[in-house]
Every structure is written in structure tokens, then in C-alpha cells.
């Protein structure tokens, strides 16, 4: 069974001008995951999305407020994350 996708209309990064962050790129910057990261603070979908990733296994991409890709060359293959308290723009991205 596919899951639902519908609650993604509601979604802050489907917004005019926050669809072209690079949500799933895989060399994402550290101001890029931060401002992400803050949008996704701000999602009012923030918990459906999390149930998403969770339900189907998301390994790519950065949702619900965290960076989810799994690098291959990592022997424990943990996810990268970089997490929503904590994260401010650096002062050159805040411009």
C-alpha cells in the first residue's frame, strides 16, 4: 500500500519560493540545511511529515526538519542530521 500524499499540498516547501531549496540534493550547504531546517520549524504538515519518512523509510533528502541521507561509504550507515533547535544562519546567508 502507497501512503497518502495529499497533506504534501499543505506543506511550507511546496510555497512559492521555498520549492527550490535543494530538499533533496545530496551536498547540501550548512546555511542551506539551516534555513530548511527553519521552514520546517514553521510546517503546519512538520508531524505528518515526519510519519512519512518513518513509514516509508526515507534514506535521501532533508524532511521533517532533519537531513535524512544515509551516505554509502558510512560503515554504521546512519543517517545525517542536523536538526531543527539549534540551527541559525550564518551571518553571510542571513543577508
Not at 10 to 33: I, N, V, Y
Not at 59 to 71: E, H, I, K, M, S
Request: charged share 20%; with cysteine.
Amino acid at each position: 500500500m502507497i501512503p497518502a500524499t495529499g497533506w504534501m499540498l499543505g506543506a511550507a516547501c511546496a510555497r512559492e519560493g521555498l520549492r527550490d531549496l535543494p530538499w533533496t540534493a545530496e551536498d547540501t550547504s550548512p546555511a542551506d540545511r539551516a534555513r530548511m531546517a527553519r521552514v520546517c520549524a514553521a510546517c503546519p504538515v512538520l508531524a505528518a511529515c515526519e510519519v512519512s519518512t518513518v513509514v516509508t523509510e526515507t534514506t535521501a533528502g532533508f524532511w521533517a526538519g532533519r537531513d535524512l541521507t544515509v551516505w554509502p561509504e558510512s560503515s554504521a550507515a546512519v543517517a545525517v542530521q542536523d536538526t531543527l533547535p539549534g540551527l541559525d544562519l550564518p551571518e553571510q546567508a542571513a543577508a
